[in-house]
């Protein structure tokens, strides 16, 4: 598996990897009926740094890497990842989450943290702590769950 930058000629590659996770509305925060462009725009948001996961040419995942806020606060990482639905479960979240904590490492950050991890998304939870991150806090019913109703949203922190 090989992870690298992103430019604007892979849009169509992180659509078709972002989009199912978007439509399902299950473990990301965003509209269940966001557009293509819609989608695409909070991707590659400014300050957002854009990689992909592939292997034999096959999109794998996507992530980006961004200052979770500024000034003061501006030592301290997040990130968004996503995985097409054919790769689960292959090590490829591990991989890109490994990836950023380098890359965010080489930018200088002193830390990462994941705002708004769903805390259904048992995987999702699981794989992070086993990467390091701590569950700092939970946001009661802060998620409006398709299937499951309100759940908690967890934020998630190491240092680098």
């Known amino acids: ?50 990689f992909m996961a592939e292997e ?9 890497l961004r200052a979770n806020t500024g000034g003061g606060g501006a030592h301290v990482a997040n990130c968004g990842y996503m995985t097409s639905p054919e ?15 380098d890359r965010a490492r080489a930018r200088g950050f002193r830390a990462m943290q994941f705002n708004f991890v769903i805390s259904t998304n048992e995987a999702a939870v699981h ?7 701590e569950i700092v806090g939970r946001l009661p019913g802060a998620f409006s769950h ?12 190491r240092m680098i």
């Open 127 to 133: 794989l992070w702590q086993s990467c390091g991150f």
């Open 1 to 50: 598996m090989q992870i690298s930058q992103a430019t604007r000629n892979d849009d169509d590659a992180i659509w078709r990897t972002i989009e199912p996770a978007i439509r399902a509305g299950e473990t990301y925060p965003l509209p269940r009926d966001l557009t293509r462009e819609g989608g695409l725009a909070y991707w590659w948001t400014p300050g957002h740094e854009v």
């Open 56 to 64: 034999g040419g096959d999109i794998l995942g996507t992530y980006y």
């Open 146 to 157: 398709p299937s499951k109703g309100y759940v908690d949203a967890l934020v998630m922190y």
């Open 87 to 101: 790769a689960r479960g292959r090590g490829v979240a591990r991989a890109m989450c490994l990836h950023s904590l």
